[in-house]
């Protein structure tokens, strides 16, 4: 991995905002249709990366 696991969630968590604040800003069905859609994959995502950082902490917990 090129990045660390909290780097990709910040990224993601960013994202989020920028697509939530334009959700906001939308009027036309078809484009809020999409950005809900890319709006769900990016909590999905973060979801995901939540789940390996709490991982990699028990891991390092346990190598203790």
């Not at 969630?9 to 960013?14: A, G, W």
């Not at 920028?18 to 939308?26: D, F, G, K, S, W």
Request: hydrophobic share 40%; glycine share 4%.
């Amino acid at each position: 991995m090129d990045k660390p696991v909290g780097e990709h969630i910040r990224v993601l968590e960013e994202k989020r905002k920028e697509l939530a604040t334009e959700i906001m800003n939308t009027i036309t069905n078809g484009k809020l249709n999409k950005l809900e859609t890319r709006l769900s994959a990016v909590e999905s995502a973060l979801a995901l990366y939540r789940s390996a950082l709490e991982t990699e902490k028990r891991a390092l917990a346990d190598s203790d």
